[in-house]
């Protein structure tokens, strides 16, 4: 009798290492996106390659060899002796158009590592590391005053990166709950910038503002199954997030600088300070219906509500800019003949999803429309899937001098199952 080469020592290797490189990988981006000014930043990010081809779809979704960190219940889908080990990127295409300027970039980034695993047969574990929310805007005007020719700037950049823990309960047979514990970090830095680029006796004017941020979060969820005559199963999902407190650490600098050779060189602080404060995160719900037959089909609908009204940042009152938001998913996904052709054991995937939009400007709302389609592709001889994904996102409108923005986004992801405390004989 000898350890199966594939026992869990080697699948903790792959993820100590995976957990590291992901500390040190930063988003590789060369375009802002202004929208992510207001609240937290951009908060509908990449999830993974799965649930963005079917639009972003997942409530009632549960397989054994993926993990939905969609819904915290669905972690009891784990088989009672595997191991699931889930890891994706994704890169996206920008065009951005505000009357008849256009601009354009590109960026790429790691959109999670995860892995769950069952305890028993009616607990299930998950864990895992993704991008919370992602802030990248400037945006500058030119004037001329009796002191001369200056520009205004304003920026940010940073974002907010969530680290869980997720366990589910099967109290009885197609039923689950289950809770993801998160801790959110990371940092929001702006700044506001006067500078006077023609002039070599007045001094460029900055202020500075470094949000730091650790916090706890959690959210809930459950799943319910209603088995019909043929087999078939009817779902049902919903998730709870309650609002939260994120405290913050704050540091706010003012001063002069001058620029030479493209470089800022301070010449005295003008006022400087720290200060304890926090984030009021506001409460979301959500609810999902599906149909769906095992290892052939899965067509599901999901609603999430989010009261972004009760959004404060630092000692806010209000939030003039924020509504309450309301996204819409619809997706399906369907394999052939899982014991067919190559082509036939692939699964096809495709969704829609609509976001009526969390900012209001200029009595416009920014809603988003997003159309996507993918693939999962088995390994032969493995319990090993890819998953490639492919997105066409429409957020804005060049109405009242606003930025319509299109995103064409590709994400790729790999599961794989193995087996957990297993020991195989050799005959």
């Known amino acids: 009798m000898r350890t199966n080469r594939n026992s869990p020592k080697y699948c903790f290797a792959l993820i100590a290492i995976c957990l590291l490189f992901a500390s040190k990988l930063e988003a590789q981006t060369n375009l ?57 990127f994704y890169t996206a295409g920008i065009h951005q158009k ?23 047969q009616k607990i299930g574990v998950a864990l895992g590391i993704m991008p919370f929310s992602d802030v990248n805007f400037s945006s500058s005007v030119d004037a001329v005053t009796s002191m001369g020719h200056y520009t205004s700037t304003y920026s940010g950049d940073g ?19 289950g809770a993801n514990m ?18 070599t006796y007045i ?13 706890l979060n959690f959210n809930f969820g459950l799943q319910y199954y209603l088995p019909l005559a043929n087999g078939d199963l009817l779902g049902f999902g919903a998730v709870y997030n309650p609002p939260m407190r994120f405290p913050s650490d704050n540091q706010e600098k003012r001063y002069n600088f001058y620029t030479s050779a493209a470089v800022d060189y301070q010449v005295d602080s003008i006022f400087s300070r720290s200060e304890d404060n926090h984030i009021s995160y506001p409460s979301s719900y959500g609810m999902g219906f599906s149909w769906q037959r095992e290892n052939k089909f899965f067509i599901g ?13 630092q000692s806010d009152y209000t939030n003039l800019n924020l509504k309450n938001d309301f996204n819409l998913a619809l997706g399906a996904e369907w ?27 200029y009595n416009t709302r920014i809603n988003q429309l997003s159309l996507s389609c993918g693939f999962g592709i088995p ?38 199952k193995d087996l957990w405390f297993f020991k195989r004989k050799y005959q």
């Open 159 to 177: 974002g907010l990166t969530r680290a869980f823990l997720g366990l589910a309960y099967k109290p009885f047979k197609n039923f689950s709950i």
């Open 203 to 215: 001094y460029s004017t900055r202020i500075e503002k470094n949000y730091h941020i650790k916090a």
């Open 98 to 120: 505000e009357g008849s300027l256009t601009s354009s970039g590109n960026n790429a980034s790691l959109s999670h590592i995860m892995m769950a695993f069952p305890i028993g």
């Open 32 to 88: 802002s996106s202004p929208y992510s000014r207001y609240g937290i930043g951009n908060t509908n990010l990449f999830n993974n390659a799965v649930h963005n081809a079917m639009g972003n779809v997942g409530l009632t979704y549960r397989t054994n060899n993926s993990v939905n960190y969609l819904n915290p219940a669905s972690y009891t889908a784990t088989d009672t002796t595997s191991l699931i080990f889930d890891m994706g």
């Open 379 to 416: 390994i032969k001889k493995t319990n090993t899937m890819i998953n490639l994904s492919f997105e066409y996102v429409k957020k804005g409108t060049t109405d009242n001098n606003l930025i319509l923005e299109n995103y064409f986004r590709i994400g790729f992801s790999v599961t794989s």
């Open 182 to 199: 998160e801790y959110v970090f990371g940092n929001y830095y702006k700044a506001s910038t006067v500078d006077f680029p023609d002039s």
């Open 301 to 313: 609908i999901d609603g999430k509500y989010t009261s972004w009204r009760d959004f404060l940042m």
């Open 335 to 361: 394999r052939p003949d899982i014991y067919g052709s190559f082509l036939q054991k692939m699964t096809y995937r495709a969704g829609i999803n609509y976001d009526n939009g969390a900012i209001e400007l």
